[in-house]
């Protein structure tokens, strides 16, 4: 009997806690990526700068190293008919028609044939050099942006706090939540527009690194059947 008793009482405290609670309209709370964006500061300038460099440096390399990672599978065997039938210049003109790092150092390689093989071998070691610094042009922008763009967005979080706890001092016992938020705003956005540069600069950085790295076995491997072909005996 108690507990039909205290059940209408709870009803109309619900009820009247109801009636109190005003509506809140959920759609209006709703903020794009960019309004969002824009409020994190002059800090995410610099953020965005660095995306756009990094997505640059990106589609810049990856059309590079399409070229560079083609192969014409009938390559060496025609160098090699090419260096015995004595055909130098068809050698060369094969190396420079075919535009690739590693025909470009085995057109260096060719150049130096009648000299010392040491000579033949520094000449192709330095034109693989130059070779592999062409393909990792770029690259250091991507390890500086993969750990300078987290550090800009720390950066921000700092400059954003202390935003909100001037606020909170200025204003003294009558705080204004909309005051503090324009810092509290700062101090988070800029961490996630950081962290997410940061993510994919680092990303990039690591799979363009994976792809250079194939293309110098690539020219590793044609490299050594070209000092193959010089070092056997003619037929």
Avoid at 72 to 79: G, K, P
């Amino acid at each position: 009997m108690k507990l039909l008793q205290i059940t209408p009482a709870v009803s109309d405290s619900l009820q009247q806690l109801q009636q109190g609670v005003p509506d809140v309209d959920i759609s209006s709370t709703t903020i794009n990526a960019f309004d969002l964006a824009l409020k994190g500061g002059w800090l995410m300038i610099i953020l965005l700068i660095l995306l756009l460099l990094s997505v640059y440096v990106l589609i810049e390399r990856l059309l590079v190293l399409r070229d560079a990672g083609k192969e014409d599978d009938s390559f060496m065997n025609r160098i090699k008919d090419y260096i015995h039938e004595g055909k130098i210049d068809s050698a060369q003109a094969l190396c420079k028609k075919t535009d690739t790092p590693s025909a470009r150092m085995v057109e260096k390689g060719i150049s130096r044939l009648g000299r010392p093989m040491s000579d033949i071998t520094q000449a192709i070691e330095n034109a693989g050099n130059i070779e592999i610094s062409k393909l990792e042009k770029g690259l250091p922008l991507l390890a500086t942006t993969a750990a300078g763009a987290p550090m800009i967005g720390f950066l921000g979080t700092v400059t954003g706090m202390v935003k909100a706890f001037m606020s909170m001092a200025n204003a003294g016992a009558n705080v204004d939540v909309t005051h503090l938020s324009t810092g509290i705003y700062e101090a988070l956005i800029t961490t996630v527009g950081g962290l997410i540069v940061g993510i994919i600069a680092l990303f990039a950085y690591n799979y363009l690194t994976t792809q250079i790295k194939g293309i110098v076995n690539k020219m590793e491997m044609r490299i050594m059947e070209f000092m193959d072909i010089l070092n056997e005996p003619a037929v």
